[in-house]
């Protein structure tokens, strides 16, 4: 069936090709094609920014009219010609590593947020999924994306006269998204099968797509399963653990069933979260099928090219399933390939009965990453359980600090005015470091901050008529519509999940301190905000609320404004338009914190907690940073900081932020935070996108991965589990003998006898470790080995030097070693003098 039957009219033959345009998401990013949809039906593309909805809804007269158009054919014929360019044009990838990752990327993800017409999403983690698909398009990496078609998605939000959030769950009629059925080569709907017990639920499978990559969604509302079934994929983290497996397991399994049916062999497999390490194991159940073998030969021959990616910042956080319900759902699934659920327990989490998501992840994977540096440590210290006696600093978490897709972001007026100095293409190659806007002058850039500024404040008004303000105001109409919104005003923002932990509430500790700085007649401050609290999030719910209550009082109502229902258009609405983005979390919880990157390209500026991202990119030039050069081992959980950050922030806003915006030059320009501005855009804009992030991921991980899993042959493999085997065996009998200190020129000498009970010299690696402490930093010294005992069969000595510490500072280990296993992710075998 051609895209055109897809649609429930007729096109006229001089504008088929707009069936193929509406599809393809390009048009959520692409300012060019706004222009196409608004004239076909202005009133409804803005209402919905869904160009399959518009294009399915006019009339088949309407059409025939705009056939006839002669100015409408050209936007058409410009926007067919432009979106022929960009599928053919050469990319990053085709330029620079053609044929390496050809098999494709298996990308799994329980949501995506591509687009507000696509509600997949709930928050950063999908925002994220979204936008590494998009820099993925731009780049042409072929990536293949995985997730779950929900009937409800995440929840709708308003609030009710009190300020009490309400939450609604309209269905999304997938007729109606951007999507359409993905049919085998007879025409008919594919369907895949995943066991559940008793029975096999039957899911369905749609197809969007997202420039030059796929998205495949898996979607169980088939009439054909049974009625209880037919909801697994009703909504978004339902709170229903048992759902949540079933879910988890439909993305998982099914996912990887699909890629099988439509022959897809990717190079590598990288799961966003533990929430799809299913399709790890049924990768591994794949290669038994082709190969033979057992799990565990399996497990080693996949595992190689398997790439997890963590944004946990808590051990909490990770999915856990009770023996129960694993071993109802997980048994026959498992049994029916020969394999066992003690095997999938002992991988996950040693075999305590409940299932760790993240532990399956982690132990069917050949790297993993952290999504920032700080998030690097904070992964180290919760994943250290899986690792015995390594110390977390050893832990082989990596990372890659996440990134935004800078076009998704952009305004209208940002856009011009990086297409002036950069040139268009720019966020479709490596942008370096500092594109050259030192050609835009300080007007340039307070001219384009101003049209933001009066764009989100017009912006704001109409959504206020949309929330009612008109009929639910609490002492001033005009306040509660926006009509006392300044274009000219300071406009601080923040928008993001409401939770304990981000402490958006920070800003209301010392509330009159707050007010003293929306009244200041002279340099005033206005703030918008939005978000959603989950729904069984009482605290949450608390602190939005307390948000809300301070907008009514009579001195504060107008100069605070709450936008309900927040989604990505309202996210890229206040990211175009605000002054500052603040972000307050908890340290160390932020693992990465990428909404405060969004404003980089529009000219916007941070003042942030020193985590995440932030405490990568902040310089004095560039933003404000609360409790700035923080080390990981000087965050803490300790509410007790709230005080001190709370001060912090009012401070920085009253003496830095309010003053620099407000103190013009003799050109009536703020130069001071104009410099600011420059330097944040020139310095952070390219640095914190999701092209180079993408980048990162392709020459970092998926080449060096593609390549080594593709040298775990089955012979390869049956061999590395033998080595790996042998270690494991002879591990238990290793022991020290003699410890030998001895100060020689200024330096402590070490030398140390050990047992190796028949393992090679080129099976282990003896080190001298000393942790930081007052005497230094922390020091971890090869050891040399220098003889064979001749009294002892495998037994060696072994020797270093090292600078001088107190007695008991310095202690050997000894570790497993091998050059073709990923160690000591795939054999965590450590032991310690004592």
């Given at each position: 069936m051609t895209l055109a039957g897809y649609i429930n009219r007729t096109l006229p033959d001089d504008l088929a090709g707009l069936a193929t345009l509406a599809l393809d998401l390009r048009w959520s990013w692409h300012h060019g094609s706004d222009q196409l949809w608004r004239a076909i039906e202005p009133d409804l593309w803005d209402a919905t920014h869904n160009a399959w909805l518009v294009l399915n809804s006019v009339s088949v007269q309407h059409l025939q009219s705009l056939a006839g158009n002669r100015e409408f054919l050209a936007i058409y014929r410009r926007q067919i010609r432009q979106h022929r360019e960009f599928t053919e044009a050469a990319t990053w990838y085709s330029d620079t590593h053609a044929?390496?990752?050809?098999?494709?990327?298996?990308?799994?993800?329980?949501?995506?947020?591509?687009?507000?017409?696509?509600?997949?999403?709930?928050?950063?983690?999908?925002?994220?999924?979204?936008?590494?698909?998009?820099?993925?398009?731009?780049?042409?990496?072929?990536?293949?994306?995985?997730?779950?078609?929900?009937?409800?998605g995440y929840f709708r939000q308003a609030l009710d006269a009190n300020g009490e959030q309400l939450e609604f769950y309209p269905y999304n009629d997938p007729t109606m998204l951007p999507v359409v059925p993905l049919r085998d080569h007879e025409g008919l709907w594919l369907r895949i099968p995943v066991p559940f017990p008793g029975r096999t639920l039957r899911l369905r499978v749609w197809k969007g797509q997202v420039g030059r990559c796929e998205l495949l969604l898996l979607d169980a509302n088939d009439p054909m399963n049974e009625p209880g079934d037919r909801g697994v994929t009703s909504e978004l983290y339902s709170g229903d653990r048992e759902k949540r497996l079933q879910q988890e397991m439909v993305l998982g399994i099914g996912g990887w069933r699909l890629l099988e049916r439509l022959g897809r062999h990717p190079s590598v497999c990288h799961i966003n979260e533990g929430h799809p390490a299913f399709a790890l194991v049924e990768r591994a159940q794949a290669w038994q099928r082709l190969n033979g073998g057992d799990f565990e030969t399996a497990r080693i021959a996949t595992r190689a090219s398997n790439l997890f990616t963590t944004h946990t910042s808590v051990a909490a956080g990770f999915d856990h399933f009770p023996n129960t319900l694993t071993r109802l759902y997980l048994q026959p699934w498992l049994e029916s390939a020969g394999n066992s659920l003690e095997a999938l327990l002992s991988i996950a989490n040693g075999g305590q009965e409940d299932l760790n998501m993240a532990g399956l992840a982690l132990g069917m994977s050949g790297r993993f990453n952290a999504v920032s540096e700080i998030h690097q440590r904070v992964t180290q210290t919760i994943f250290q359980p899986w690792f015995g006696r390594w110390p977390a600093?050893?832990?082989?978490?990596?990372?890659?600090?996440?990134?935004?897709?800078?076009?998704?972001?952009?305004?209208?007026?940002?856009?011009?005015?990086?297409?002036?100095?950069?040139?268009?293409?720019?966020?479709?190659?490596?942008?370096?470091?500092?594109?050259?806007?030192?050609?835009?002058?300080?007007?340039?850039?307070?001219?384009?901050?101003?049209?933001?500024?009066?764009?989100?404040?017009?912006?704001?008004?109409?959504?206020?008529?949309?929330?009612?303000?008109?009929?639910?105001?609490?002492?001033?109409?005009?306040?509660?519509?926006?009509?006392?919104?300044?274009?000219?005003?300071?406009?601080?923002?923040?928008?993001?999940?409401?939770?304990?932990?981000?402490?958006l509430d920070l800003l209301l500790r010392e509330p009159e301190r707050l007010v003293a700085m929306l009244n200041n007649r002279d340099r005033p401050l206005q703030i918008v905000l939005a978000g959603k609290a989950h729904p069984k999030d009482e605290e949450g719910k608390a602190i939005l609320h307390r948000w809300k209550t301070f907008s009514m009082r009579a001195d504060v109502e107008g100069k605070v404004i709450f936008i309900e229902d927040y989604d990505l258009f309202v996210a890229s609405q206040l990211v175009q338009g605000v002054d500052v983005w603040l972000n307050n979390p908890r340290h160390p919880w932020e693992a990465c914190g990428t909404s405060g990157m969004k404003v980089l390209v529009n000219g916007g500026l941070n003042l942030s907690q020193y985590d995440g991202w932030w405490a990568e990119a902040w310089n004095e030039q560039v933003g404000w940073a609360i409790r700035p050069g923080a080390s990981f081992e000087q965050l803490s959980q300790d509410p007790g900081h709230d005080a001190s950050d709370a001060d912090s922030l009012y401070r920085l806003l009253e003496e830095q932020v309010i003053p620099d915006f407000y103190e013009l030059d003799e050109r009536g320009l703020p130069d001071r935070w104009l410099h600011r501005v420059r330097s944040s855009m020139d310095q952070l804009t390219a640095r914190y996108s999701a092209n180079r992030m993408v980048r990162e991921y392709v020459e970092q991980f998926y080449i060096p991965m593609a390549r080594a899993g593709a040298e775990r042959t089955p012979e390869q493999a049956a061999m590395l589990l033998q080595r790996q085997e042998n270690l494991y065996r002879h591990w238990p009998r290793l022991r020290f003998g003699r410890l030998v200190q001895v100060e020689e020129e200024g330096q402590q000498l070490f030398t140390l006898d050990v047992y190796l009970d028949g393992l090679g010299l080129d099976q282990v690696e003896v080190d001298m470790v000393a942790e930081a402490s007052d005497a230094g930093g922390r020091v971890v010294e090869p050891m040399q080995m220098i003889q064979a005992l001749a009294g002892s069969t495998d037994s060696y000595q072994f020797q270093c030097r090292v600078a001088p510490r107190p007695e008991g500072h310095y202690t050997p280990r000894i570790r497993a070693r091998d050059e073709q296993l990923n160690l000591p992710l795939e054999a965590p075998l450590i032991l310690w003098f004592r």
């Open positions: 044929g390496e990752l050809d098999s494709g990327i298996a990308w799994f993800s329980m949501e995506f947020g591509v687009s507000e017409c696509l509600p997949l999403y709930s928050g950063g983690l999908g925002v994220l999924a979204g936008d590494f698909l998009k820099a993925a398009s731009d780049l042409g990496v072929p990536v293949i994306a995985i997730g779950l078609l929900y009937q409800q600093r050893d832990i082989p978490a990596e990372y890659v600090t996440n990134g935004v897709h800078t076009p998704s972001w952009d305004s209208p007026e940002a856009d011009q005015l990086w297409t002036a100095a950069c040139g268009k293409d720019r966020w479709r190659r490596p942008m370096p470091q500092s594109c050259p806007l030192a050609d835009t002058t300080d007007e340039a850039l307070w001219q384009m901050r101003r049209a933001q500024r009066r764009r989100l404040v017009d912006y704001l008004r109409k959504r206020l008529l949309a929330q009612h303000c008109e009929q639910d105001f609490y002492h001033n109409r005009d306040a509660a519509c926006g009509l006392m919104l300044d274009p000219e005003t300071l406009t601080l923002g923040f928008a993001r999940r409401f939770t304990a932990y981000k402490r």
